[in-house]
């Protein structure tokens, strides 16, 4: 396995929320059902809902910035222990959505099971990090070479 030194911090929200929003659903959904079978009272604020955002991006040329489109998404916002937590999931992803707001709020609240959360989604984190570098060592070998050819009449 490759590890991976990542610049983000689960205990930062923002930093948090891109974690849980690229975890996979399987760890996401076993941690809320920890917290869940713990005792810890889970309150839904806004249930997990399908709605479309708008992607923005940088032009890589001019530097500016504009919308790409619409991207379908998942949000959920819960309370846990009078803590919230909220989650935005790619698609259309009502379960992983729910489960990683109360992943949010169990960081965000102590809860006594987030140490091994955080250091499960720095892990994930992690695992995506080689597997993404994995890809590109081998699809760099692919790379074409072009050359410009000129009209010569």
Known sequence: MVTVEY?????DRSDRFELL???DAERLVAHADA??????????????????VMQQVVDPVARQPFNLGEVLVTAAEVALDEKKGFAMRPGKAEKPALS??????????EHP?????????????????????????????????????????
């Open 35 to 52: 917290v869940i079978d713990g005792g810890s009272e889970v309150r839904v604020l806004q249930s997990p809902s399908p709605q479309l």
């Open 21 to 23: 929003a690229a975890c």
């Open 100 to 109: 990683a707001a109360v992943v949010d709020a169990a960081v965000e609240g």
């Open 7 to 11: 610049m983000t911090d689960p205990y």
């Open 113 to 153: 099971l987030a140490e091994e959360m955080v250091a499960s989604l720095e892990a994930a984190a992690s695992e995506r990090e080689g597997t993404r570098r994995q890809r590109w060592g081998e699809t760099r070998q692919t790379t074409v070479e072009f050359e410009e050819m000129e009209d010569h009449t």
